[in-house]
């Protein structure tokens, strides 16, 4: 299976502060990621979207540079891989859809992703679930 991961469920697998339902489902993500017939394509942008969490949250003090580590080498286990496409999308296909359901740039280009490649995504983001649904893609679902 494939799949478009967003950075908030990427985060919740190192943060662990969202709402249990919201854990629950980061969680069964991850363990279908952990699995070798998952992969999942993220837009260029999920790497910086994911340092910038973990610079913030260490600045904070809410998690260590060990931490964030750790977290990294965890993440490059996984078969994560970033679309080659996203910037030849950001001004066209990814800017109307921030338009027409009112999400930033960074949130359209992951549902940009999703429907270009018909992948179901991955996300704890309200706006976006919304915007998915409306734009007519699936969101994942544990089996």
């Known amino acids: 299976m494939n799949l478009v991961i967003d950075a908030s469920v990427t985060m919740t697998w190192l943060l662990g502060d969202a709402k249990a339902p919201d854990q629950a489902y980061a969680s069964t993500v991850l363990a279908a990621m952990a699995g070798t017939a998952t992969a999942a394509t993220v837009p260029v942008t999920w790497g910086l979207e994911v340092a910038n969490v973990l610079a913030r ?64 995504l991955a996300t704890l983001d309200g706006e976006l679930i919304r915007a998915a649904r409306k734009a007519g893609v699936r969101l994942f679902q544990a089996d």
């Open 57 to 120: 949250s260490e600045a904070r003090g809410f998690t260590s540079e060990a931490q964030s580590e750790a977290f990294l080498e965890m993440l490059a286990s996984l078969a994560i891989d970033p679309d080659s496409s996203t910037f030849a999308n950001a001004l066209s296909t990814t800017l109307q859809l921030a338009r027409r359901y009112g999400l930033s740039a960074y949130d359209a280009s992951y549902l940009e992703v999703a429907l270009r490649l018909g992948l179901p």
